[in-house]
């Protein structure tokens, strides 16, 4: 296959948003394919082999000619390691972030332990602080703290669009 189609992967901490814009943006993108990797997670809890499951299903998504967006915690490391990352053009990443308060709200709702929302707080701070240095391109930032899911849905959709 050649390396025509991009993949896009809507990341964020836990808390930010990800699974709670998925059917809106199944709406506004009925040409996309859009995945929560986190549907798997009863079945199968090795990260890396989800990992590598999700890029196979987009790979063979890729191949029909569509393009596939994927809404989960993915790190640019670990999907480079995945067996099918070359069949990509490029993978394209947008973080999903809400303030801590919010955030905290959100993961409390989970009952999530101090330490787990600490740690979240942590990591979606390191994102904000990386989008420029980790990610090329930079990885553009969508506040979710106060914005409706609609208003979420259509900025990842202009992204989308912008690298389609």
């Known amino acids: 296959m050649e390396q025509i189609i991009p993949l896009f992967i809507v990341t964020g901490a836990s808390g930010s948003g990800k699974s709670y814009v998925i059917n809106e943006l199944r709406k506004i993108l009925p040409d996309y394919d859009i995945f ?12 890396t082999v989800i990992q590598n499951i999700w890029l196979r299903v ?9 393009m596939t967006i994927i809404c989960g915690t993915e790190m640019p490391e670990d999907i480079a390691k995945c067996v099918d990352f070359s069949y990509f053009k490029h993978i394209y990443y947008l973080n999903l972030h809400c303030d801590e308060e919010t955030r905290e709200k959100r993961l409390r709702q989970r009952n999530w332990s101090e330490e787990m929302i600490q740690n979240h707080k942590d ?4 994102l904000v602080e990386n989008a420029d240095k980790a990610y090329m391109p930079h990885m553009p930032i969508v506040d979710t703290s ?10 990842i ?8």
């Open 36 to 47: 929560d990797p986190d549907d798997i997670r009863e079945f199968i809890s090795d990260d």
């Open 58 to 66: 987009a790979r063979n998504i890729a191949e029909s000619g569509r």
């Open 123 to 126: 990591f979606a701070k390191w």
């Open 146 to 155: 106060n914005t409706d899911v609609s208003e979420i849905a259509a900025q």
């Open 157 to 164: 959709k202009e992204w989308v669009i912008k690298y389609s």
